[in-house]
C-alpha cells in the first residue's frame, strides 16, 4: 500500500531511492568493518552517513535513543567533524537527561556552523542545568537567526523575568 508520497506504507524514504531500514542494515554491516586511514574518501562518507542515519531511526523512529548513541559514535568515529552526527548525539543525549554530556557535542557542532538548532538544543540543557545566563545567550542567538521562534522568544521572557 502507498502513501500519498508513492513511498510503501510502513517505511519512511528520505528521498533518494532507499528506506531509513536499508540505511540502519548497511550501518550495521559498516560497524563490522574497521575504518582505515587509507579509505576512500566516498566510501567513508557513505559509511559515516549510514550511521548517522541508522542513528537517525533508532531515536525518531524507534525511540531508543540509547540505541542511537552508539550509531551516533561510529558515524563520529569515522568522522568526528560530522556535524549532524554531533547533533544528533546530542539530542539523544537529551532525551535521557544527559544534559551535561550533551554539552560539548552542541559546543562542537556550532562551532563547526550549526544553525539555530543547536543553540536552542544548547540552551534547554543550560536551562535544565540551572545555567540561567547561559540559556538566556543561547535563546538569543536562536532569536536572532530565527525570529519567528515562539518557543524560544517564550522561554526567554521567563528567563528574563527571574530575579
Known amino acids: 500500500m502507498r502513501n500519498r508520497r508513492g513511498a510503501s506504507k510502513g517505511r519512511c524514504d528520505i528521498g533518494i531511492g532507499i528506506s531509513l531500514a536499508a540505511l540502519a542494515a ?12 587509507d579509505e576512500e574518501p566516498s566510501n567513508l562518507r557513505r559509511l559515516v552517513l549510514a550511521a548517522h542515519w541508522q542513528g537517525e531511526e533508532l531515536q525518531y523512529s524507534r525511540d531508543d535513543p ?16 560530522h556535524m549532524i552526527s554531533l547533533l544528533g548525539r546530542a539530542e539523544a543525549l ?4 544527559r544534559h551535561e ?3 560539548p557535542d552542541l559546543d562542537r557542532a556550532l562551532a563547526l556552523g550549526a544553525d539555530w538548532t543547536g543553540h536552542l538544543m544548547r540552551a534547554r540543557s543550560r536551562e535544565v542545568m540551572g545555567d540561567i545566563v547561559g540559556a538566556i545567550a ?3 542567538s536562536v532569536l536572532a537567526e530565527y525570529p519567528g521562534h515562539g518557543a524560544a522568544r517564550q522561554r526567554l521572557a521567563a528567563l528574563d523575568a527571574l530575579p
Open 138 to 140: 543561547d535563546y538569543r
Open 101 to 103: 554530556a550533551a554539552l
Open 26 to 37: 548497511i550501518a550495521a554491516l559498516a560497524a563490522l568493518v574497521p575504518a582505515r586511514a
Open 66 to 81: 540509547a540505541a542511537a548513541i552508539v550509531a551516533y559514535n561510529r558515524a563520529l568515529e569515522l568522522d568526528p567533524d
Open 94 to 97: 537529551r532525551k535521557l537527561q
